[in-house]
Nanobody
């Protein structure tokens, strides 16, 4: 059971990236899925989520309107389109999956102390996004 991210890199301010997260060993059905990020020296934060079973999307205000989360169930892959990037978006981006009885929807969003990482059932390894000034 694992999630593998790809698509990170170095982009200039105002640029775009598309992150991918492929699942193996399980399917996204019946899971809340989404993305976290952790900037240098800062707490990990939930930024976007697709809830289960309704498929609603939730965004942290700091990224709403610039980032778009989506999924392709046939490919068992989720995506995060990052547009209008600024240096403040520089971070390691992690995808995650969790049963909907736990962190899901609005509860996914915002700061996540390290002691709470265990509340997310499955984590990816992270991909670095660097936005140059």
């Amino acid at each position: 059971v694992q999630l593998v991210e790809s698509g990170g890199g170095l982009v200039p301010t105002g640029g775009s990236l598309r992150l991918s997260c492929a699942a193996s060993g399980f399917t996204f059905d019946d899971y809340c899925i989404g993305w976290f990020r952790q900037a240098p020296g800062k707490e990990r934060e939930g930024i976007a989520c697709i809830s289960s079973p309704d498929g609603g999307t939730y965004y942290l205000p700091a990224v709403k309107g610039r980032f778009t989360i989506s999924s392709d169930m046939a490919k068992n892959t989720m995506y995060l389109q990052l547009d209008g990037l600024t240096p403040e978006d520089t971070a390691v981006y992690y995808c995650a999956a969790n049963p909907p009885k736990g962190l899901c929807g609005n509860s996914w969003l915002g700061g996540l102390p390290s002691a709470s990482y265990r509340y997310l059932a499955i984590w990816g390894q992270g991909t670095l996004v660097t936005v140059s000034a």
